[in-house]
């Protein structure tokens, strides 16, 4: 994977977590026949080399199940000719979410990454083989007219911040991965992290496998010197944390900080994910409370070993969208498209406030917006310089981050996002590019805040159909009644929502609040049933730091729609039409659906169908189609299409399905064909390699009015 500074994942052991490196029952690692395998999986193999992103040719990370010894390993290896090249020491604190040993292995003489994560995924102790891909720092150098203005501080209010805190020299410690840190630096070298534990004798003091680390880790040279070569990462510390009040240069978002510099992007900018793994494992290991990602890949589908070193770490990380002006929810670029709890992604703006023309974005996928344009800060050699990128965005964010760990050490990750995303300032011109709609506010985001919004007056509903509702209200205040509040949490269920079940309940999308005693108005489309039925909706208000209001609960009587076609796929008789290895499973709680690979994954190549009865559209008018559905498809290439036919020959295509997606509704538009009998198609396509699990359907309705 080409990485820039700026997947779906199998079923894991059900068998109870081990400590990383715990001695274990031998396991049989000697029988796999790798060469037979290799010619059984030659066309998968070529189906992958066609869609690797940049990569290091011939080696491979490989996640093992979980409780396997080093002679186990060794085993394994040698049972494939190839040679384990670093074998990742996963924090005892971090084993129980990592589930699993990872290793990074020379795959053999003669054999290419793909033909090696074809083959080697076969293994019945493989959870999974990814390439090691490249990763490259996301920033886009503008002309340096040595401008000294700090526009992006003064944007996101930070003298302001700064009469709450500064920051600590004693406080949270900030782990920047890229390209390294110039801690000689005289505008940094005060707010660099030393390790406590650590001498500058030769050996290894802490006993962490790296000696001198007195400052980070370099990576690539598994060093304790992570000194910056390529200006990157030096940046990007300058942003979080120059030295401030020092009458010199340029000031960060802390004045006062502890930057640990981890240094996996070489001096061309440019590093491999094998290392990036191994700077947040160390960052995890020495106690970072946020970690800065300003690089990333495009393409591919997401590597898991990246996904799981991030997600399995206790530290809040923070990481760049990517610069290739694009949708990240349709064009993914990671880690920035990886969904996780601890994880905030960063899109670019301009000193105009606008969007930066480089930056992607994704309503999804990107959280927040912060200044990246034309920003100024040191380089190595103690010297400034100026750049733009999200690369330059995201350190705006993991400042202020470090801010809010200062002024409140016992901040949960859950805290520190909602008081980063509650406290945005929301701009029209941001609305469907971030999920807040707003760009980073350093000040809101610290207030010493713990009165929350009142609730919301006079909720009801103003307007209702079988498929859609209108509800009304009074907006409150920030604080009780007074100012504007900063947002609204939405939700509805099939049974009454009270204070413990609310979380539970889906959640319906809104933009910012009106004005304190101004009337609000939000729409949302329903499921369509063909019963009438009550559907219970609650309403919360938030604060910028994430305090919300008293809940407010609606029920609202929802009339039955006009049903053309309704199964819930459990009847004794069936009529629906399956290609291929198309067949009705059991599953818990759901009872029977019906399933493209009910015997497992489905076959790499598959082109199988499922269609429908004859549904008669006649007497219906604005008609849909909703269902139930869980897939697990290779993201981008293997698809599950959506499709409709009036005729039985010419089949329009109503959606696609691919990715990864636990059971939820979906509902697609077939008002194109009111008055016609049609039928509905369900076509998996599947490319020559990386099958999953598949795709389930249940519940499926044909409504309308």
């Given amino acids: 994977m080409q990485v820039q500074s700026i997947g779906g994942q199998r079923p894991l052991p059900s068998a109870a977590v081990k400590p990383s490196h ?34 290091l040719e011939g080696e491979a990370l490989v996640k093992l199940e979980p409780g396997l010894s080093s002679a186990d390993l060794d085993q394994f290896a040698q049972a494939l000719g190839a040679r384990i090249l670093h074998r990742f020491d996963i924090p005892p604190e971090l084993a129980a979410d990592f589930q699993g040993e990872l290793v990074h292995l020379a795959l053999p003489e003669g054999m290419t990454t793909s033909q090696g994560i074809a083959a080697i995924e076969k293994h019945p102790l493989v959870v999974y083989a990814e390439s090691n891909d490249v990763l490259t720092g996301t920033e886009r150098r503008v002309p340096d007219d040595l401008d000294p203005s700090l526009w992006g501080l003064e944007k996101i209010e930070a003298p302001e911040a700064w009469t709450q805190t500064i920051g600590s020299r004693t406080g949270p410690v900030i782990a920047i991965i890229d390209s390294g840190i110039d801690y000689d630096h005289p505008d940094l070298a005060r707010n660099v992290w030393t390790n406590p534990r650590e001498q500058a004798n030769g050996k290894d003091d802490d006993g962490n496998g790296v000696a001198d680390d007195l400052h980070g880790y370099n990576t690539i040279r598994d060093s304790g010197d992570p000194m910056d070569d390529n200006d990157h990462g030096s940046h990007v510390a300058g942003t979080i944390a120059a030295v401030g009040n020092n009458g010199r240069g340029v000031v960060g978002v802390n004045w006062e900080s502890r930057l640990m510099g981890l240094k996996f992007l070489a001096a061309n900018g440019k590093g491999s994910t094998s290392n990036a793994v191994k700077a947040i494992l160390y960052a995890s290991r020495q106690g970072a409370r946020i970690t800065n990602n300003s690089w990333g890949s495009k393409g591919g589908w997401g590597n898991r070993a990246l996904e799981d070193a991030l997600r399995s770490s206790p530290a809040l990380h923070i990481v760049a969208a990517g610069n290739d002006a694009e949708d990240i929810d349709e064009e993914p670029h990671y880690p920035g498209a990886f969904e996780l709890p601890n994880l905030i992604t960063v899109a670019s703006t301009d000193s105009q406030d606008q969007l930066s023309s480089f930056s992607n974005f994704g309503f999804q996928r990107v959280q927040l917006a912060a200044p990246g344009s034309g920003i100024y800060s040191t380089v190595p050699g103690g010297g400034y310089g100026t750049m733009s990128g999200t690369s330059m965005a ?11 760990a200062s002024k409140f050490p016992r901040a949960t990750n859950q805290e520190l996002r909602d008081r980063l995303l509650g406290s945005a300032d929301v701009l029209p011109q941001l609305q469907g590019y971030v999920t807040t709609g707003g760009r980073l506010n350093a000040r809101r985001a610290l207030e010493q805040d713990g009165v929350a919004p ?25 604080d009780g009644l007074e100012g504007r509040a900063s947002g609204y949490e939405l939700r509805f269920s099939n049974e009454p929502l009270t204070e413990q079940n609310f979380d539970q309940a889906r959640r319906m999308p809104t933009g910012a609040p009106a004005a304190a005693g101004q009337p609000d108005t939000r729409r949302g489309m329903l499921f369509p049933s063909s019963a009438a039925r009550t559907i219970y909706f609650g309403l919360k208000a938030y604060d910028n730091v994430g305090n919300r209001s008293a809940l407010r609960s609606l029920a609202v009587p929802v009339p039955a729609a006009r049903v053309a076609f309704e199964d819930d796929m459990d009847g004794f008789f069936n009529s629906w039409t399956g ?6 499973t059991s599953v818990p709680g759901r009872g029977k659906v019906w399933t493209d690979s009910p015997d497992g994954e489905y076959t790499n190549g598959a082109q199988s169908s499922l269609v429908s009865p004859e549904i008669d559209l006649r007497q219906v008018r604005g008609s849909e189609v909703t269902f139930d559905a869980r897939y697990d498809l290779e993201r981008g290439y293997d698809k599950v299409h959506v499709e ?55 519940r499926l309705m044909v409504a309308g009015r």
């Fill in 454 to 478: 009142a609730p919301v007056d006079g909720l009801r509903a103003s307007r209702v159909t079988s498929g859609e509702v209108e509800l009304s209200w009074v907006a409150p205040g920030d």
């Fill in 394 to 404: 995201t350190p705006h964010v993991a400042g202020v981050a470090g801010l809010l």
């Fill in 579 to 584: 290609e291929a290895n198309w067949a009705r």
């Fill in 644 to 698: 409709a036919t009036s005729n039985g020959s010419d089949w329009a295509e109503l959606g696609q399905l691919s990715g990864r997606r636990n059971w939820d509704r979906h509902r697609y538009d077939l008002s194109r064909f009111d008055g016609q009998k049609i039928r509905l198609r369900f076509r998996l396509e599947a490319d020559a390699s990386m099958a999953r699990d598949g795709f389930y359907l249940d």
């Fill in 22 to 55: 715990a001695a274990a029952e031998p396991k049989d690692t000697v029988s796999f026949d790798i060469d037979r395998v290799r010619r059984e999986t030659e066309a998968e193999a070529r189906s992958i080399d066609s869609k690797l992103p940049e990569h």
